[in-house]
């Protein structure tokens, strides 16, 4: 059986308007796409979609109560409310800087949640 779908890949900022036949799970054809990215986004977004996680994470002992974070790569889409909900029981402890990973290997993902800013250290 074979389903149609149509996508705009977000690889880059030409916004290419694909149109994908699937067959069997799989990716059968691509057109619309510029480049060869437009097949990989096709076939991850329609086999295993993922996307990075932005949020913030409280932290203890900081100039600001929050620092923002982001996933090192995309996680699972079915997977972001929880990693979410996870991120957000968590707390940094003050100072963080930007790049220090937070999370390591959240949910058993493979993949690390990194702050995105720096928070420094409340003065005592
Ligand atoms: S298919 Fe290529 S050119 Fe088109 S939006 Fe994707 S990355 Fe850009």
Do not use: F, W
């Not at 149509?6 to 690889?11: G, M, N, Q, R």
């Not at 949020?55 to 079915?78: A, D, I, N």
């Not at 995105?116 to 409340?122: A, D, P, Q, R, S």
Request: charged fraction near 20%.
């Amino acid at each position: 059986m074979t389903e149609k779908r149509s996508l705009i890949c977000i690889a880059c900022p030409l916004g290419c308007g694909m149109d994908i036949v699937m067959g069997n799970g799989m990716v059968k054809s691509v057109k619309g796409n510029g480049c060869k990215k437009g097949v990989c986004y096709a076939q991850t977004e329609c086999t295993n979609p993922t996307r990075i996680l932005t949020t913030t994470m409280r932290v203890e002992k900081g100039k600001y109560p929050l620092v923002p974070v982001k996933s090192e790569k995309g996680l699972p889409k079915h997977l972001l409310m929880e990693c979410m909900e996870a991120v957000n029981n968590l707390k940094a402890t003050a100072p963080v800087h930007i790049g220090d990973i937070l999370v390591e290997n959240i949910l058993n993902s493979g993949i690390n949640i990194a702050a995105t800013n720096n928070v420094e250290k409340l003065a005592e």
